[in-house]
């Protein structure tokens, strides 16, 4: 593989295309919820020039993450930097603040389909709790709970200088089974994927969280992490950029008084912000500096 490798890349300019690429997006995907969705069920209302542009510009983020991370000579060693960072401790602990938000919403939502359930309809409360989507919430917010223990646990060993994330091996992959019974949670209903824009953007959001989240477990424990900071830096920049596009269009909207515009079965979700701040501030504070992989190998 060090073959394919160009040895003057770097994949640190991959941060500022993602700022770049995110700072044209936001205000696309701004619009587009103020003036183009309706905001009772997410449905497009117009198909104006903004769909395919929008569409066009996740695609070259996505793109030049993977072309860029792959092919980068220039990589820092599978393995996170054992010193103090506080402004990453800080996001760690903000990171786990969304993940509690995240799993008293998905219980409350859970509370609510049980409240209109009868017995005698499904005959079997299991059957119900598949076709109605309450088990993917179950298992959401339960594992947004650990995922929560587990950021916190990273913000400590930041702020502090400790190792205390790197032996949480099991407690690492609780962030990727939450995004999978969250993809499970949208799969339940069936509905077309291209009608509703953030239930698109959202998949895709959620497919290069888990790719992240599973690298960085990778990496920080120390189990199979050879080639893992490549993946790391794909899907962290992509990652962050569908964060930022699904979560900050939205932001803006309360911010400005207009958050009626926002769907109500798609409302703000403060974990893909906090995530995209999380993957950035890693990437930062990993950058590939003299470390290069040796392309004649």
């Known amino acids: ?20 690429l995110a700072f044209i997006a936001v205000p696309v995907r701004t619009f587009q919820l103020a003036n183009c969705i309706d905001p009772q069920t997410g449905f497009w209302l117009v198909r104006d020039f903004t769909v395919p542009v929008l569409y066009v510009i996740c695609g070259v ?42 799993a008293i919403s998905r219980m409350t939502s859970y509370i609510s389909l049980f409240s209109v359930y009868q017995s005698d309809v499904d005959g079997y409360l299991f059957g119900y709790m598949m076709k109605s989507g309450a088990l993917a919430l179950t298992i959401q917010s339960i594992f947004a ?15 502090m200088e400790k190792t205390t994330y790197k032996k949480s091996k099991v407690l690492a992959l609780a962030p990727v089974i939450w995004g999978i019974s969250r993809m499970v949670y ?3 209903n069936p509905i077309s994927y291209k009608n509703v824009s953030q239930l698109l953007l959202t998949l895709m959001f ?20 050879e080639n893992s900071m490549w993946i790391l830096w794909f899907s962290g920049t992509a990652g962050s950029f ?46 590939p500096r003299t470390v290069k ?5």
């Open 1 to 20: 593989m060090n073959k394919l490798k160009i040895s003057s890349l770097s994949p640190q300019p991959l941060i500022l295309i993602m700022a770049i």
């Open 61 to 102: 983020e996505v793109a030049v993450s993977l072309f860029m991370s792959f092919f980068s000579g220039i990589q820092p060693k599978p393995e996170f930097a054992e010193k103090r960072d506080i402004p990453l401790g800080v996001v760690s602990f903000i990171f786990a603040l969304t993940f509690l938000v995240d």
């Open 145 to 159: 709970l650990f995922s929560a223990l587990y950021f916190g646990i990273i913000g400590f060993s930041q702020v």
């Open 186 to 188: 949208f799969f339940v």
């Open 206 to 225: 959620l497919t290069l969280a888990m790719i992240f989240f599973l690298s960085y477990a990778r990496i920080a424990s120390g189990v199979n992490s």
């Open 242 to 287: 569908m964060g930022f596009v699904c979560a900050l269009a939205p932001l803006v909207l309360i911010a400005t008084g207009k958050g009626n515009l926002i769907p109500d079965k798609y409302p703000l979700e403060y974990t893909d912000i906090a995530f995209a701040a999380f993957a950035t501030g890693t990437l930062l504070a990993n950058m």
């Open 293 to 297: 992989n040796n392309t004649e190998e």
